[in-house]
């Protein structure tokens, strides 16, 4: 079995051959179509980018349920514990690593923080929405989710790049194999730590992609998924 991670980072040729246009859509969208929201700010040092990310986001998720921005020590230390356990178990940097004290990076979680709490506070998200597995690919879960649009959050120091929108389309495929699948109408990539977002009705993205319908996408997906033998020997390293 394979994460969505894995499955849009490895099988290049299966994704080349499905978007055909990625390259030109994501250079017009990183050079014409995203929202600058805010200034960015310079990271405490990439390396631990994944740890702040989850970290601000696990922050965040307790800021919807508690309706503050205000955190206890101990609340704080639950957060730093669960993101380094959770960064541990999928990147081998933090394994043998001392992150950096809580203190160090609150302004950096802080602004990330905020800037999602400006973006969707009034939008009632559902965070980390559960989605079914297909053949090979493992259940994952959305970041976000709001009315009928499908959030995928990105806080590197970079723009937005092809890998994004592979997974979002596994993300829509999931959904729409689901047994139990939501309406999703638009999709919406957001970086606060760049403060750029990116907004597009689903059958828009996918056909400037693919030059196919959502559902002839899916199926492609859903019937790669499933041929075992296909996926061992499609991977690039």
């Known amino acids: 079995m394979i994460s969505e991670v894995t499955f849009s980072k490895l099988y290049t040729s299966f994704w ?4 055909i246009n990625s390259k030109n859509y994501v250079r017009l969208v990183n050079g014409a179509l995203i929202k600058d929201i805010h200034k960015p700010i310079s990271s405490y040092s990439s390396k631990y980018n994944a740890y702040i990310n989850v970290l601000s986001f696990e922050l965040y998720e307790q800021s919807l349920d508690k309706g503050s921005l205000l955190f206890t020590q101990q609340e704080i230390d639950s957060a730093c514990q669960f993101s380094f356990d959770k960064v541990s178990s999928f990147t081998s940097f933090y394994k043998s690593v001392q992150i950096p004290p809580y203190s160090e990076i609150k302004n950096e979680v802080t602004f990330i923080l905020e800037s999602l709490t400006a973006q969707y506070q009034n939008k009632s998200p559902i965070i980390r929405k559960p989605l079914e597995g297909i053949g090979m690919l493992n259940h994952s879960e959305v970041d976000l989710m709001y009315s009928s649009t499908l959030v995928e959050i990105k806080s590197g120091d970079r723009k937005f790049k092809t890998l994004d929108f592979r997974q ?3 993300y829509l495929t999931q959904n729409h194999y689901s047994s139990h699948p939501v309406s999703i109408d638009r999709v919406e990539l957001f970086n606060p730590r760049m ?8 059958d828009s993205m996918i056909y400037e992609l693919t030059a196919l319908t959502p559902n002839e996408v899916y199926e492609e997906v859903k019937n790669y998924l499933c041929e075992h033998n296909l996926l061992v020997n499609d991977i690039i390293k």
Do not use: A, E, P
């Open 195 to 202: 403060g750029i977002l990116f907004n597009t009705d689903v």
């Open 168 to 170: 979002v389309i596994i």
């Open 16 to 19: 080349n051959s499905l978007l």
